[in-house]
DNA sequence: AAGTTGCCTTGACTTATGTCAATTCCAAGT
DNA sequence: ACTTGGAATTGACATAAGTCAAGGCAACTT
């Protein structure tokens, strides 16, 4: 498998592509932390997804026939990236149709992971989202028991992943701090506490 | 090709499948008009596509190898629909390697539909929300120059489809209608007046 | 035709979240 | 240790949308 794979570093804040930039194919993320992220004609902003290392990103161009990035992809933390050449890609998916099959399953999980966002936003108030997101991230570790989390990511941009306003989370994290559901540590470090995190906070 | 393609007609309200119902398969809409719909615990709902007649639903079980639907499909409208038995496409779907590829094509416009809902839904408020729906039934028909829609979706489906309540639909409306932009011909019918309809009601 | 039923609409009110300005906090650099 | 600038918080207020209750309209039944 000839994957000649393209290394970058990139440091926070920096863009590794932006919307309307030709497409040169899909990324993989090494180290650190990407935002995907939408900018409307207003100038709002919404982050559609938060990248962790392992994961691919940028890959439904291949898939589409676009020929730029239809949104901007920028750094949340230091990176470390490897760009996989589109025309590679496609070679590689012509040569093993198998890889077809791996993609669909790929992108069908995309899929049940863009229609939850689209419950959490419809489904459940702010706060709600902000006590969910933080426990998906303990549950991707470890070390779940523990319940202390780095955040990895401004508030600023936890926002607009959450879609509300900063102002809006300093809030939302205050009142959940107040009900006793977590207990800031540090602005990047959070324990929470599970045992006073009830179903409902839980469900939809 | 052996599709054994099992043949439904559904009348308005009934369910197709609910979530949590054994997973048969995909389902082909012949005619009518199919919703989407997830119920939360609390109660909530929220329409995540309006299938037309055409269209394929509920493929992603599929590819994700789950053994129930995860959501509701309920028809909007009297319904003729078909069945493609889970055996029979994954059958095809390993005896016919380039329909991976087909799939993973289909499945990369679902996640880009998706997204573009979870923008709208962030930077897109009710009233645009709807003005903006409306104007995509437009842009899918023949004869769009004529602003002329039938809904084909009750007000009640309507609102849970753009993630607002009914009155807040019916609000919308006749705020829309004050301002010029359409004027209801019956409950189900009206006409859009595309001259007083700016950029900024068409863009995020 | 009158009555019934199920949507849709309207009104009055509440609540969540956005907005904008003013601080305060913190971390990096001098 | 001090300075400084960006980030986070807080307060006061505005607004979109939800809630609940009442009324109206239209289609169907008898």
Same mark, same amino acid.
């Given at each position: 498998?000839?994957?000649? #794979?393209?290394?970058?570093?990139?440091?926070?804040? =920096?863009?590794?592509?932006?919307?309307?930039?030709?497409?040169? &194919?899909?990324?993989?993320?090494?180290?650190?932390? =990407?935002?995907?992220?939408?900018?409307? %004609?207003?100038?709002? @902003?919404?982050?559609?997804?938060? !990248?962790?290392?392992?994961? !691919?990103? %940028?890959?439904?161009?291949?898939?589409?026939?676009? %020929?730029?990035?239809?949104? *901007?992809?920028?750094?949340?933390? +230091?990176?470390?990236?490897? /760009?996989?050449?589109? %025309? +590679? !890609?496609?070679?590689?998916?012509?040569? +093993?149709?198998?890889? &077809?099959?791996?993609?669909?399953?790929?992108?069908?999980?995309?899929? #049940?992971?863009?229609?939850?966002?689209?419950?959490?936003?419809?489904?459940?108030?702010?706060?709600?989202?902000?006590?969910?997101?933080?426990?998906?991230?303990?549950?991707?570790?470890? *070390?779940?028991?523990?319940? !202390?989390?780095?955040?990895?990511?401004?508030?600023?941009?936890?926002?607009? /992943? /959450?879609?509300?306003?900063? @102002?809006?989370?300093?809030?939302?994290?205050? @009142?959940?701090? =107040?009900?006793?559901?977590?207990?800031?540590?540090?602005?990047?470090?959070?324990?929470?506490? /599970?045992?006073?995190?009830?179903?409902? +906070?839980? @469900?939809?």
């Amino acid at each position: 498998m000839s994957k000649a #794979a393209l290394s970058k570093s990139c440091s926070k804040g =920096v863009f590794v592509f932006i919307e309307g930039a030709p497409y040169l &194919g899909p990324w993989v993320l090494r180290k650190g932390s =990407v935002l995907l992220v939408k900018t409307s %004609a207003s100038g709002k @902003e919404q982050i559609l997804r938060q !990248v962790e290392p392992g994961e !691919v990103f %940028a890959e439904v161009p291949i898939f589409r026939d676009l %020929a730029w990035y239809p949104i *901007n992809a920028r750094c949340a933390t +230091d990176c470390e990236l490897s /760009l996989l050449p589109a %025309a +590679d !890609v496609r070679c590689l998916l012509k040569t +093993d149709p198998k890889l &077809g099959w791996t993609a669909a399953r790929a992108l069908s999980g995309r899929v #049940a992971e863009f229609r939850d966002v689209i419950l959490e936003l419809t489904l459940a108030e702010a706060k709600q989202r902000l006590l969910r997101y933080l426990l998906r991230r303990l549950e991707g570790r470890p *070390n779940a028991a523990l319940g !202390v989390i780095r955040l990895g990511i401004s508030h600023q941009d936890l926002a607009l /992943l /959450l879609g509300v306003r900063p @102002e809006s989370l300093s809030r939302a994290l205050t @009142e959940l701090e =107040v009900s006793g559901k977590l207990k800031r540590i540090s602005r990047q470090t959070f324990q929470i506490f /599970l045992k006073q995190i009830s179903l409902k +906070d839980r @469900e939809w």
